[in-house]
């Protein structure tokens, strides 16, 4: 009954903020960067919070993927540069990109990602899928995002190797193999 009656708090929008406001209050150390964004020094590093620092560059119409993702669910140290990100239902993205964001056309259903406040990312195991299946080399930053995404998967590597079984083929070979060397 008491958990109704408290009023949800949303994170600040800083970058809607003026940016005079902002270099203020950066000054002042009531902001500090949150990977490429800022947050408030009294909000801790939640997915909420990294999300919303994102936010100028997620643009509230794209899902960040990767490795971005994984620093969202806080595995990974850094989101990345640039940040990976994707459209929903393979919807175009637009002409002119923001710098600093790699924009894909990946088919995500609606299982694939969560919105948290008005931002989204891909889930821990869509993300863990997705990083094991990245073409190109199995780096160190990859590895442990997978590694810790993998120790906190409530199925285990079980789960995900069914959750890549059924999922696409593309480079189902390299995931398997990448989640056994894991």
């Known amino acids: 009954m008491a958990s109704q009656l408290r009023p949800r708090l949303e994170v600040p929008r800083i970058h809607e903020w003026p940016p005079a406001v902002r270099s203020a209050e950066r000054l002042r150390g009531t902001l500090v960067p949150c990977g490429p964004g800022m947050r408030p020094v009294a909000w801790p590093e939640t997915p909420r919070v990294r999300l919303s620092a994102l936010a100028p560059w997620l643009q509230e119409r794209y899902v960040a993927i990767g490795l971005t993702a994984a620093w969202v669910w806080g595995a990974a140290r850094s989101p990345g540069d640039p940040l ?32 948290i406040g008005r931002e989204a990312a891909t889930t821990p195991t869509r993300t863990l899928c997705d990083l094991l299946r990245s073409p190109g080399p199995f780096d160190v930053e990859p590895r442990v995002a997978c590694r ?18 059924a999922g696409s083929s593309r480079h189902r070979r390299i995931a398997t193999a990448r989640l056994a060397s894991l």
């Open 84 to 115: 990976q990100c994707s459209t929903i239902g393979r919807k175009r993205p637009p002409a002119r990109r923001a710098p600093g964001v790699d924009v894909h056309e990946h088919a995500l259903a609606a299982a694939d990602f969560v919105l």
């Open 148 to 165: 810790v995404l993998l120790a906190r998967h409530p199925g285990g590597r079980s789960a995900v190797q069914t959750a890549l079984d």
